[in-house]
């Protein structure tokens, strides 16, 4: 038997009020998939699902201390121009986010902004010119 391919299929967010997390997610734009599924929030969100779940209850299945982070991660999303990260900023800040960084120019060429939603959860907004995205908007990392 072989190893496993390994992708990241499903990433999942523990959050404090899952009413309020779909209901964020929703006003960013992501389309809500199972929406019959009881007590979590799953999304459409590229080539990977986005889902929001009770942090308590994945804390739980986890077999971990609520609350007690053993690592900080970011969450991004790519756009196609500067203009659309200043957009998808806009966007994040209506539907209920914190501005963390408005979109500024790095030193490697590409333009980021970073907001947090209502759970904490840290998003960078970023436009790399050296990563375009497909038509179906997945980023292209080069060889």
């Known amino acids: 038997m072989s190893a496993p391919k390994a992708v990241l299929s499903l990433v999942t967010l523990g959050v404090g009020d ?33 889902a929001v779940y009770p942090a308590a209850e994945l804390a739980k299945d986890a077999e971990l201390v609520v609350g007690r982070a053993t690592t900080a991660v970011s969450l991004a999303w ?28 790095t030193s490697w060429g590409g333009y980021i902004g970073y907001f947090t939603d209502p759970d904490g959860h840290l998003w960078e907004i970023a436009h790399n010119p050296g990563f375009p995205l497909d038509g179906e908007g997945r980023l292209t990392v080069p060889d």
């Not at 779909?22 to 019959?36: D, N, P, Q, T, W």
């Open 78 to 105: 790519n756009c196609a121009s500067p203009d659309e990260v200043d957009a998808a900023l806009a966007l994040a800040a209506e539907a209920g986010a914190v501005i963390r960084r408005r979109g500024h120019k």
């Open 18 to 50: 899952l009413a309020r997390s779909i209901a964020f997610y929703e006003r960013l734009g992501f389309r809500r998939r199972a929406v019959s599924a009881e007590g979590v929030g799953f999304f459409e969100a590229g080539a990977v699902t986005l």
